[in-house]
């Protein structure tokens, strides 16, 4: 399952987004990268299907609400930082880490709601 994730563009960047604050449906839509509405819904429903992600606040009446990461999905982080410290080191164009990327990544998971696993 991982590599499905490693391999996929929009997946990785909502995971990164999420690491530096993203939360709602449009702080994740409004990413630099501009994904598209639908892009965004599917994207975050394998997420949460795989038990990266959870819904932690949903508006009356609608899909949209707020994600944070599960333990699980915390998991990968130190994968995102290893990846954002190689692209620091060889790609200086492009988008620079977050000093919290050096953070533990315990510090990101949503504990209350996160499957185990």
């Given at each position: 399952?991982?590599?499905?994730?490693?391999?996929?563009?929009?997946s990785?960047?909502?995971?990164?987004?999420?690491?530096?604050?993203?939360?709602?449906?449009?702080?994740?839509?409004?990413?630099?990268?501009?994904?598209?509405?639908?892009?965004?819904?599917?994207?975050?429903?394998?997420?949460?299907e795989?038990?990266?992600?959870?819904?932690?606040?949903?508006?009356?009446?609608?899909?949209?609400?707020?994600?944070?990461?599960?333990?699980?999905?915390?998991?990968?982080?130190?994968?995102?930082?290893?990846?954002?410290?190689?692209?620091?080191?060889?790609?200086?164009?492009?988008?620079?880490?977050?000093?919290?990327?050096?953070?533990?990544?315990?510090?990101?998971?949503?504990?209350?709601d996160a499957?185990?696993?």
């Amino acid at each position: 399952m991982p590599a499905r994730f490693v391999g996929n563009k929009w997946s990785l960047l909502l995971l990164r987004s999420m690491v530096v604050g993203a939360r709602s449906y449009s702080d994740l839509l409004t990413a630099p990268e501009r994904i598209s509405t639908n892009i965004l819904s599917e994207r975050l429903r394998r997420l949460e299907e795989a038990g990266l992600i959870t819904q932690v606040h949903r508006r009356q009446g609608s899909h949209r609400g707020a994600y944070a990461l599960t333990k699980r999905g915390a998991g990968l982080i130190p994968a995102l930082q290893e990846i954002a410290r190689w692209g620091e080191t060889h790609r200086h164009d492009r988008w620079p880490a977050p000093d919290l990327y050096a953070a533990r990544a315990e510090v990101f998971w949503n504990d209350s709601d996160a499957p185990s696993g």
